[in-house]
C-alpha cells in the first residue's frame, strides 16, 4: 500500500480553521507543506480547495465534494473517499483537510505530519489529534520559539502503530 500523509496545522486545542481559513501563515510551517506535498497528489474538501490562493504548482488537487455540478480549473472531482482513492491508484498521496476529510481518511492514512500551534484559538473547524489516538506513535518533534507575532509551534511526526 502507498502512504498516505496527513498534513494539519492544529491549535493546541483542536482549531485547525477560523473563517474558512487556516488561522496562521507561519512562513517556515508554509515551506514545509510544500515540501511535504510537492509531487504529489493532494486529496482534500471543496472548501480546502477554496480556501487555497490557487492552484498549487506540481501537486495534483483531487477535491471530494457532494456538490454533484462543483467544478474548477485544476481541479480533479472525487464523488466519494473510493473514488479519490482510485483517482491516486498507487501513488503516495497528502490529505491537507478539512476535518471531515480527514475523518474520511483517518483509518488509511500511515504518516501524520502536525504542526503543533501553542494557543487556543477561535475558529470554527477542530479536529482530533493523533496524540488522542492509540493507533498512532510520536516518532520526531521540532519545537520552534514564538516569533513574527506567531505563537511557538512543534512540527510532529506521528507513525501508524503497526497491527499485531
Not at 509531487?39 to 457532494?66: Q, S
Not at 482510485?86 to 476535518?99: F, L, N, P, Q
Request: a negative charge.
Amino acid at each position: 500500500m502507498a502512504d498516505m500523509l496527513f498534513i494539519v496545522a492544529r491549535a493546541t486545542n483542536g482549531v485547525i480553521a477560523k473563517d474558512g481559513d487556516v488561522p496562521w501563515q507561519i512562513s517556515e510551517d508554509l515551506k514545509r507543506f510544500k515540501k511535504l506535498t510537492i509531487g504529489k497528489p493532494m486529496i482534500m474538501g471543496r472548501k480546502t480547495f477554496e480556501a487555497l490562493p490557487g492552484v498549487l504548482p506540481g501537486r495534483r488537487h483531487i477535491v471530494l465534494t457532494r456538490q454533484q455540478d462543483w467544478q474548477a480549473e485544476g481541479a480533479e472531482v472525487a464523488r466519494s473517499a473510493e473514488h479519490a482513492m482510485e483517482m491516486v491508484g498507487d501513488a503516495d498521496c497528502s490529505v491537507i483537510g478539512g476535518a471531515e476529510i480527514f475523518d474520511l481518511f483517518w483509518d488509511r492514512a500511515t504518516t501524520f505530519e502536525l504542526t503543533e500551534v501553542f494557543e487556543d484559538t477561535v475558529g470554527e473547524v477542530s479536529m482530533r489529534g493523533p496524540a488522542d489516538d492509540p493507533t498512532w506513535r510520536e516518532v520526531a518533534r521540532e519545537s520552534r520559539p514564538a516569533a513574527d507575532g506567531w505563537p511557538p509551534y512543534d512540527f510532529v511526526t506521528f507513525e501508524r502503530v503497526p497491527e499485531r
